[in-house]
T-cell receptor, first 114, second 112 residues
Framework: GAVVSQHPSRVICKSGTSVKIECRSL??????MFWYRQFPKQSLMLMAT?????????EQGVEKDKFLINHASLTLSTLTVTSAHPEDSSFYIC??????????FGQGTRLTVV | QKEVEQDPGPLSVPEGAIVSLNCTYS??????FMWYRQYSRKGPELLMY????GNKEDGRFTAQVDKSSKYISLFIRDSQPSDSATYLC????????????FGAGTRLFVKA
């Protein structure tokens, strides 16, 4: 099946710094990717829809200036958590469609802000 | 009202039991219905995927969709301790990409 690769799988950063997470579709092109966040013992919550060549669409309550999304090519979307704070510590995961049948998920990135 | 409702549990069963997990939804536009399994500190793993009402079987797993009632179920037969995980129902609608909405997830414990 289609593969979505997410990098890094784990990152620890200092409060106030920015962190970039990459999501790549390895064997297919994805005009649309999605970014989710999962807090401990909670479900995955959709943060934003990443559209290749245009601005991302953010869900209600998600700060677009804090979570910068860039979908510069058909195989790569990046999520940058700017000026990270401890409350941003979470599991971030992306998904992309494979041949219009289902969403494939990356392995996820566990962000810890200290 | 949430678009997808799922009892978070936890649900504890003895080994060999039949497990029934359920979700209800409110958006009739959902086209695809999935069940994911997630182990602690890992990403979700797709278990079952269907787009029509009825039953779909894969080994010990059976997914059931009732679009008229907006209700989906996952049955696990002969449950094993290795089935202990969080099970998330998810539903997608094609908005130019498959936007997926997840249920809260049900934590399942299968006791040996």
């Amino acid at each position: 099946g289609a593969v979505v690769s997410q990098h890094p799988s784990r990152v620890i950063c200092k409060s106030g710094t920015s962190v970039k997470i990459e999501c790549r579709s390895l064997d297919f092109q994805a005009t649309t990717m999605f970014w989710y966040r999962q807090f401990p013992k909670q479900s995955l919550m959709l943060m934003a829809t990443s559209n290749e060549g245009s601005k991302a669409t953010y869900e209600q309550g998600v700060e677009k200036d804090k979570f910068l999304i860039n979908h510069a090519s058909l195989t790569l979307s990046t999520l940058t958590v700017t000026s990270a704070h401890p409350e941003d510590s979470s599991f971030y995961i992306c998904s992309a469609d494979g041949a219009g049948t289902e969403a494939f998920f990356g392995q996820g990135t566990r962000l810890t802000v200290v | 009202q949430k678009e997808v409702e799922q009892d978070p549990g936890p649900l504890s069963v003895p080994e060999g039991a039949i497990v029934s997990l359920n979700c209800t939804y409110s958006n009739s536009a959902f086209q695809y219905f999935m069940w994911y399994r997630q182990y602690s500190r890992k990403g979700p793993e797709l278990l079952m995927y269907t787009y029509s009402s009825g039953n779909k079987e894969d080994g010990r797993f059976t997914a059931q969709v009732d679009k008229s009632s907006k209700y989906i179920s996952l049955f696990i037969r002969d449950s094993q301790p290795s089935d202990s995980a969080t099970y998330l129902c998810a539903m997608s609608v094609n908005t130019g990409g498959f936007k997926t909405i997840f249920g809260a997830g049900t934590r399942l414990f299968v006791k040996a």
